[in-house]
């Protein structure tokens, strides 16, 4: 009986987490998330033109710099400068935003 109860506890910890689990980051969510809400002030991808500000450069152009990372990204999307709107975005959005934007760091 006591083991009964130990594996339906473990079972259940063990459900319960994965069901909090965070997917990873997801690059192409990152660029559907990237087409909705930054495309007004940034150029998003390579194949886009877009209208942007002349101030906002464009993602390829952020990812290019040497010290920009995803952590980096996140923490700028989360911390903006006094320019850029604050966005409500869910963590994971965050993530996947910042993935993609990563994506475009390789030259083409």
């Not at 006591?2 to 980051?25: C, D, E, M, N």
């Not at 559907?32 to 033109?49: N, Q, S």
């Not at 400068?81 to 934007?101: S, W």
Request: charged residues 20%; aromatic residues 6%.
């Amino acid at each position: 009986m006591r083991a009964w109860i130990i594996s339906k506890t473990l079972f259940l910890t063990v459900a319960t987490g994965a069901a909090y689990a965070q997917p990873g980051p997801n690059p192409q969510r990152g660029h559907d998330l990237a087409a909705r809400v930054c495309r007004a002030c940034h150029v998003i991808d390579r194949e886009t033109p877009g209208p942007t500000q002349a101030e906002a450069p464009s993602f390829a152009v952020i990812a290019r710099r040497p010290w920009v990372g995803a952590e980096y990204v996140a923490a700028r999307i989360t911390h903006p400068h006094p320019q850029m709107p604050g966005l409500p975005l869910t963590t994971q959005e965050v993530r996947d935003l910042a993935a993609y934007i990563v994506t475009l760091k390789r030259d083409d």
